[in-house]
């Protein structure tokens, strides 16, 4: 089934505003997919922080995905613009921006990020992509992020 350029902007703005107004993990998980595999990927080194460069698929895995951002990550004043849409093939990319936190160092950053969601035929999510500042993600979880901020301003 084809959806229209305006079923999947909806669908986008529904899970990017439950996700920045900050709903439960399960409130999220029902913008997925119940009739298809999912994946939750975050493109980056594998190595820098435990969300990034891993595949998690199924229910169980993306639920996991949300976990452990949830543990790591703080966030506010999340806002979405740009949708870009591929009626064909299901797919919106939107831009995303707002202010990030990692929690055990209190790092802070702001972030534009993009987010690519493939959609099933009843307007799911199937693969929710992400691509972010995987430096500034690293830095602060390392409690380095402050400090390289100083150096540069010298």
């Known amino acids: 089934m084809l959806l229209s350029r305006q079923n999947l902007i909806q669908a986008t703005q529904a899970f990017c505003d439950a996700f920045a107004n900050k709903a439960d993990i399960s409130t999220i998980l029902t ?3 119940k009739t298809t595999t999912i994946i939750a990927f975050e493109h980056g080194e594998p190595a820098l922080v435990p969300f990034l460069g891993r595949a998690f698929e199924g229910f169980e895995g993306v639920k996991r995905y949300f976990e452990i951002i949830g543990t790591l990550l703080a966030y506010h004043d999340l806002k ?42 009843e307007a799911k999510v199937v693969r ?18 402050d400090d390289i901020r100083k150096e540069i301003r010298c």
Request: proline share 0%.
């Open 31 to 33: 913008y997925f997919s």
């Open 80 to 121: 979405f613009s740009e949708f870009i849409v591929d009626t064909e093939a299901r797919k919106v990319s939107v831009k995303g921006e707002g202010i990030f936190t990692w929690l055990e160092t209190m790092e802070s950053w702001d972030e534009t990020f993009t987010y690519v969601l493939d959609f099933d035929e």
């Open 128 to 145: 929710y992509q992400v691509w972010a500042d995987t430096g500034a993600a690293y830095l602060a979880s390392i409690g380095k992020l």
